[in-house]
């Protein structure tokens, strides 16, 4: 079974993309309003939390994660977060073995 698994897992998340057929009808479905918060509760590759997203939004927060990791805003507030031995952050991962790609 590991080595079945570990044969597909290290393609899945790149030959898993979001249908944009589907985004658009759960767009549609759903009628949010724009820029409403989201929590994805299921699993998988997130690909359809990323089609959802609003890519400006996304550079928009990973650029303020940056300047607080850069000047240790960051740290300040969370690093105690990196002294402890374990962090239950209420998700489960799962590994594979993947080879390295040259």
Known sequence: MTAVYDSICCSYAESRRA????????????NFPRGVCLADIGAGTGNYSRALADPAEVKDGLSRLQLDIDTGAWDEHHGHLRQQETFDAGYLFVSCRCPRKP
């Open 19 to 30: 249908d944009p057929r589907i985004v658009s009808e759960i767009l549609t479905l759903l």
